[in-house]
């Protein structure tokens, strides 16, 4: 069943994936227009701000699907060490350890999100973009990350009570270093 979820959790994430990335292309175009038409001394104008926010909606949204990938950097200096259990132990406290700090982080995000939508807060730049806009995407991206560590931990945590040790270092696992390393 484990297994089921973290591959459920992966496709949902690929796709979101793609769609941010689609979104980052097209801001990446936006920016190259901009640049493009300031040589004919022309400008959308805003271009900064806007490409600020689409870093900060890419980077929120697209730490959970770094997760389920391998690709946030861990310093396993006494996990490289081991093996079998106590190596799926490590696995399994860093990732309670991430979701610890990543709930905290969407917690500690709301409060931002909620001034901004009750204030009507705008951007204090020529856009005087509504910072809800912006926050609510950013918010909502902190959350599913919060969501998809929790249940990627859970998942963790059962496979390894059960004994599957191979299992859950191929869910949450740091072996992505060592192999480039050979």
Not at 31 to 51: K, M, N, P, W, Y
Not at 58 to 63: I, P, Q
Not at 71 to 80: K, M, Y
Request: glycine share 8%.
């Amino acid at each position: 069943m484990e297994l089921r979820v973290i591959d459920t959790l992966r496709r949902l994430n690929r796709t979101i994936a793609i769609i941010v990335g689609v979104g980052l292309l097209g801001m990446a175009a936006f920016v190259v227009a901009d640049i493009a038409l300031r040589q004919v001394h022309a400008s959308f104008g805003g271009t900064e701000e806007l490409a600020g926010y689409a870093m900060a909606l890419v980077s929120s949204w697209g730490m959970a699907y770094a997760l389920l990938e391998l690709g946030h950097i861990r310093i396993d200096l006494l996990r490289s060490r081991t093996t079998g259990t106590l190596r799926a132990l490590f696995d399994v406290f860093s990732m309670v350890v991430m979701s610890g700090v990543v709930v905290t982080i969407a917690i500690k995000c709301w409060p931002v999100v909620e001034r901004a939508i009750e204030n009507g807060s705008r951007a204090n730049t020529p856009l005087a973009t509504p910072l809800a806009w912006v926050q609510v995407p950013w918010f909502a991206g902190w959350v599913w990350f919060a969501v998809m560590s929790c249940l990627v931990t859970l998942a963790a945590i059962s496979l390894l009570l059960r004994g599957r040790t191979a299992e859950t270092e191929a869910i949450i696992g740091a072996f992505a270093e060592q192999d480039s390393l050979k």
